[in-house]
């Protein structure tokens, strides 16, 4: 049984206060108050979980605006233009006089699959050990101990040498 059920049946069975209720139960007397509200008006409803998901998202980007947004990376990408978000949002700034940020434009483009997000930080894996570490041509990480001609020297030379016939 919810914490609410229990609630509202101790103001409304038992006939107890909400004050005395709200203590008992170490809640808030605003909330007792609220749920009993609420269950005056709205009946067995009132005590299911509510959503609480904001009812409007007012900073959302239209999905009309979505749209464009895709449509003209797909147009300047086929084209061979630039097609990253800052020059998208010169675009919409060119045709409508204002243009949502160019970050809002990238969550667009990141969400709609076009841009794989890269990572921005050097892997912590890759500076463990000796803390000597490189980045390769092929762009990964790769450890610069020992791998410099004066150290293949130095470990051919320490190498035991087996003399043949002894």
Known sequence: MSLARVVVTAICVEGRGKSEVARQYRVSRRWVQ????R????GEAALEPRSRR???SPHCVPAEL?????ALRKSLAGEGLD???ATI???LAARHGRSPAVSAIWRVLTRRGFVSPQPRKRP???TRGSGRTSRTSGGSWTSRTGSSPAAARRRSSTSSTI???C
């Open 66 to 70: 979505e749209e464009e947004i895709v």
């Open 54 to 56: 904001p009812h409007a």
């Open 83 to 85: 097609a990253g978000a």
């Open 163 to 165: 003399i043949p016939g």
């Open 34 to 37: 609220k749920l009993a509200a």
């Open 89 to 91: 949002a010169f675009r």
């Open 39 to 42: 269950f005056d008006t709205e």
């Open 124 to 126: 912590r894996a890759s």
